[in-house]
């Protein structure tokens, strides 16, 4: 599966592609040659550092998984599957180094009630791909709705996103300082974007 990179977000609603500026160099380098269609969902892991007065709202954190043909993209055949988050040493240690003053961070796996829906959507990508040759892509994204508790706090909204895709060793930083008061419009204002969490 192809664009990868800029289908990750920090925050759903934040998407865009004004949002790949936030991706690591580094990360672009390292996911140059990543195929989603192939990834086993047993090992991969997603992790979301946001503001201390925010958390993700519950089975707010998703992965997406979609493909479509050229010229179709209005027509892309995407599934949402619930992430879960994960507390085991494994997955949160490697994380340490990315704590910062004034946030936390929260790491998800695939819910294993999930894994034989995804590799069946893999199989139906690889499946279209072969019919058609360069004019099927796909996409591969993970987001976080969030929530807070109480006011916002001064100053910017920093949001960072990360994702393992071996069975160890570290994440990479998908998204790095996304503000979510830039995503806020008129039409979406930013007490809509990051609602009280009930």
């Not at 269609?37 to 550092?49: C, E, F, I």
């Not at 340490?96 to 294993?112: H, L, M, N, Q, S």
């Not at 791909?129 to 006011?151: D, I, L, M, Q, Y």
């Amino acid at each position: 599966m192809s664009r990868i990179v800029c289908r990750f977000s920090a925050i759903a609603f934040a998407v865009s592609l004004a949002a790949c500026s936030h991706v690591p160099v580094s990360t672009m380098w390292a996911l140059r040659n990543f195929d989603a269609a192939s990834v086993d969902p047993t090992v991969l892991r997603a992790a979301v550092r946001l503001p201390e007065t925010f958390e993700p709202q519950k089975g707010g954190v998703t992965l997406k998984i979609g493909w479509w043909r050229d010229g179709e993209e209005k027509a892309k055949h995407e599934m949402s599957f619930a992430l879960k988050e994960t507390t085991a040493p494994e997955d949160v240690a490697p994380l340490a180094g990315e704590t910062k003053a004034g946030t936390r961070i929260y790491a998800y796996r695939v819910d294993p009630t999930d894994y034989a829906a995804i590799r069946a959507r893999q199989r139906e990508f690889l499946e279209e791909k072969a019919r058609n040759p360069g004019k099927t892509h796909g996409s591969f994204g993970v987001g976080a709705e969030a929530c807070r508790r109480g006011a916002f706090p001064e100053g910017p909204l920093l949001t960072t996103t990360f994702l393992r895709t071996q069975p160890a060793g570290d994440y990479l930083t998908v998204l790095r300082n996304a503000d979510m008061r830039e995503a806020a419009t008129k039409e979406k204002p930013l007490d809509e974007l990051v609602p009280l969490c009930v």
